[in-house]
Each structure stands twice: as C-alpha cells, then as structure tokens.
C-alpha cells in the first residue's frame, strides 16, 4: 500500500527554522501534486504549501509566504518543506500529503489529495 511518512518536526523557539520531510513508498513522486497541510488544536485544516511533481510550480498559504519552501529531490523520492523565521503561530501538526494522479492544476483543497502522513509536531515558542 501508499504510505507517505513525514519527519522533522520539533520545538524551536521563534525566529528560528526547521526542514520537514516527506518520503512516499509504494508511490513515486513524478505525477501530480504534492502538499503540506497542519492543524493546531481546535482547529482546521490548513493548506500550507503544494508544488506540482509536473511542472514544479507552487502555491503557498499568505500566512507562509516567504518564510516557507516546499521542494522536492525526485532522486531520492522526497519533498520538503524549509521552514524559517517560524512563529509561534505556525505551531501544529503538520502533514504530507499526495494526490493520486493529474486532474488539474494544484490547489490547497485537502479532498484533492488521497494520500496522507502520519504528520510530524511543530511547536514554536
């Protein structure tokens, strides 16, 4: 089966910065889109960032706009997410998440992607 597992979260005071990691097994990131999304408790899903395997264009949140990037390495199967100048307010679990195959340009719609990590906390203070 699919399984997208996210690692490099952690606490790290304001200001400072962290580089999440996305690997996907039985799935390859070639062909679609590719995403972050977090949720803090009490409340929703957020899209984060998502970058197209295709074209590699990307689209990011306003609230991450640069300070966040979303990349990927094809040869090792990976994507990341740089993230700097971190807030408290970007504390949240943050999860990967991929779309099964092409069907239109990449948005930050969860019901888009099909498949989704574990996520990885990150906590700013």
């Known amino acids: 089966h699919v399984q997208l597992v996210e690692s490099g979260g952690g606490s790290v005071q304001a200001g400072g910065s962290l580089r999440l990691s996305c690997v996907a097994s039985?799935?390859?990131?070639?062909?679609?889109?590719v995403a972050w999304f977090r949720q803090a408790p009490g409340k929703a899903r957020e899209g984060v960032a998502t970058?197209?395997?295709?074209?590699?264009?990307?689209i990011y949140a306003d609230s991450v706009k640069g300070r966040f990037t979303v990349s990927q390495d094809s040869a090792n199967n990976m994507v990341y997410l740089q993230m700097n100048s971190l807030k408290p307010e970007d504390t949240a679990m943050y999860y990967c998440a991929a779309r099964a195959q092409w069907f239109g340009p990449c948005i930050l719609k969860g019901s888009d992607f099909r498949y989704w990590g574990q996520g990885t906390q990150v906590t700013v203070s």
């Open positions: 970058i197209s395997t295709v074209g590699g264009g990307t």
């Open positions: 039985g799935y390859t990131f070639s062909r679609g889109c």
